[in-house]
């Protein structure tokens, strides 16, 4: 009996410290789901650089080029890696079921795909999608609360982003990751595939160059080459940025931002609006952040778009009848809703006439409009998630009603035409929840003791509202108390942060890792927090928590029960009837 426990010992401990045998990869992943007649590339990765002898490849038992009707490439030390790789270049499929098996040596690689038609007549002639980005159930109550008001337990209005007949869970994890981030999250609402974190248009492959790994047509893409529908993309943040790039990107790396201006110019949305002028001017140009002497204005502006660089030149180019434009307002981030009505801080002084999300949204529509062949309009809140992660949640919020404004806009539009497929989603969220009010006027010298919960979470007392369903003043006796769940070594005040986006946290003397912000550690109620987070995170991150996903129009009765993120891509090119050879 003593020696069989010693063996199974033994093996158990070889087993569990054994190393796993290498084996291929294919690309596209396992389970993927495919529109018809949309383009990829197919790759197979096998380790330790075998021959093409070595190796066998078939799809439903048939040679992969056999299937794919053209031959594939066959590279041997890949970049001079310690790998083979078979290739084909925008590869496409008819409708089906595909089992795809790899062959090197004994091992043997398999994944299935789903290749899915989408049926005829189209059913929508337009589609309008809402990406919050971060936006979370809590962001969505408290701007409920913030801009409707309640009393006894009810609401006293509902959110344009609520009152849509169609909601389903939208799980938003990565191929790689539990927890997302804004790149692949958003390329699988664009693309229809799962990636990795930071990866936009493509899978991640072992390529070195970030620009040559596996490639997935964008839903831009698929409209441009298949029909004329006019397509638009609206964010407050960097146009460059991960979710209003995932309409047109194929980067390994969400940080390429000069390549991903050269991308939005060879897809050429119609309408184009957000910040980050500084990578669309040459190098020569003070303030420009391109290594090269390449002048996009200039080249979007010989292609036919109108410039915009403020609020009014943008209307004064949807009032002419412009189809096309390039609106820029700001050289990083457009000024969120909080600073561009109330506390006038981060770069409203710099920039005073910036559209909002709202305001982009209505010309947008306006322009894109007027195409009797329908169009496709992507709308980003992108800092919902900025403010999130620096903890300010005041500033999120007011970022959500702003949203919210926008989806009203998109509603009024689509009206009783129902030809419109209406959806609002975040691309991931954050760990954020409301727990209570504070109220000055409880006792105590702490900060949680100025927190109500339960019976004591009394109706906040904002400041009335303005014309748009803003309060006019939130640093007020009675707060909503929204907290976070992730967060670095910082200092809570329990209060709006007036003077600008609050700095969580700062690099210690020795810049190895980050301190509660001493700027946050000062007043009657500042507490201290130990952060809960690796010490290298100066801010909140993202939480792996469903989001919610609510819809209205031609082909919205999908959406029910739990999705993952790539079912939304689905339903648009079901929609739009994108499918087909």
Not at 286 to 312: C, E, H, M, N, V
């Amino acid at each position: 009996m003593r020696a069989q426990k010693w063996l199974m010992t033994i093996l158990a401990t070889g087993l569990a410290g054994a190393t796993p045998a290498l084996s291929q990869t294919i690309y596209p992943i396992n389970r993927a789901e495919i529109l018809e007649g949309s383009r990829f590339d197919f790759k197979v990765e096998f380790p330790n650089a075998p021959t093409s002898a070595d190796v066998k490849v078939t799809i439903n038992g048939k040679p992969a080029a056999e299937i794919f009707g053209k031959p594939t490439a066959f590279i041997q030390n890949e970049e001079g890696q310690k790998h083979s790789a078979l290739w084909l270049r925008g590869a496409t499929l008819p409708a089906g079921n595909y089992v795809v098996e790899a062959t090197q040596g004994a091992n043997k690689a398999t994944v299935k795909w789903e290749v899915f038609a989408t049926a005829q007549p189209r059913r929508a002639k337009n589609v309008i999608l809402f990406i919050g980005d971060g936006m979370s159930v809590a962001h969505r109550t408290a701007a409920r609360i913030m801009s409707k008001g309640w009393e006894e337990g009810r609401f006293n209005g509902e959110l344009a982003i609520d009152d849509m007949p169609n909601m389903a869970l939208i799980s938003t994890s990565g191929s790689d990751s539990i927890v997302t981030d804004s790149a692949n999250s958003a390329h699988a609402y664009t693309t229809g595939h799962k990636s990795c974190v930071n990866a936009l248009g493509v899978y991640c492959a072992k390529n070195a160059l970030t620009l040559d790994h596996p490639k997935v047509e964008t839903i831009s893409e698929v409209i441009k080459r298949r029909n004329k529908m006019t397509i638009g993309v609206v964010t407050n943040a960097e146009i460059e940025d991960a979710t209003p790039a995932s309409m047109v990107s194929h980067t390994r790396r969400r940080s390429d931002y000069n390549d991903i201006v050269k991308m939005f110019y060879d897809v050429k949305p119609d309408v184009i609006m957000g910040g980050g002028s500084p990578n669309f001017l040459p190098k020569t140009t003070p303030g420009s952040k391109r290594t090269d002497d390449l002048d996009f204005i200039a080249q979007f502006k010989a292609a036919g778009y109108s410039i915009a660089t403020t609020k009014t030149e943008m209307n004064a180019a949807a009032a002419s009848g412009a189809k096309k434009l390039l609106g820029l307002y700001n050289t990083s981030n457009v000024d969120g809703a909080f600073d561009l009505r109330l506390a006038k801080k981060g770069t409203v002084a710099k920039f005073p006439d910036q559209p909002d999300v709202a305001e982009q949204t209505k010309a947008a529509i306006d322009m894109l409009k007027g195409n009797e062949d329908g169009f496709f309009l992507m709308v980003e809140s992108g800092r919902i998630d900025k403010y999130s992660h620096s903890l300010d949640w005041e500033r999120a919020v007011f970022d959500t009603i702003m949203l919210d404004n926008a989806v009203k806009i998109a509603k009024d539009f689509a009206g009783e035409r129902n030809d419109t497929l209406i959806i609002v989603v975040p691309d991931h969220t954050h760990a954020v929840s409301l727990v209570g009010t504070y109220d000055d006027e409880r006792s105590g010298q702490l900060l949680r003791d100025k927190l109500g919960t339960y019976a004591d979470s009394k109706a906040p007392n904002y400041g009335p509202l303005d014309a748009d369903g803003y309060p006019t003043n939130v640093n007020t006796s009675r707060r909503l108390a929204v907290v976070f769940g992730t967060y670095p070594d910082t200092c809570d005040t329990g209060r709006p942060f007036m003077d600008g986006e609050r700095v969580p946290a700062v690099k210690s003397a020795d810049g190895k890792t980050n301190v509660a912000n001493e700027a946050d550690c000062t007043g009657p109620l500042a507490t201290r927090k130990v952060g809960n987070l690796p010490f290298d995170a100066n801010s909140g991150v993202h939480s792996g928590d469903d989001g919610i996903l609510t819809a209205m129009g031609p082909g919205a009765e999908k959406f029910r029960g739990h999705k993952p993120n790539t079912y939304v891509f689905r339903v648009m090119a079901e929609a739009l009837a994108l499918g087909g050879e």
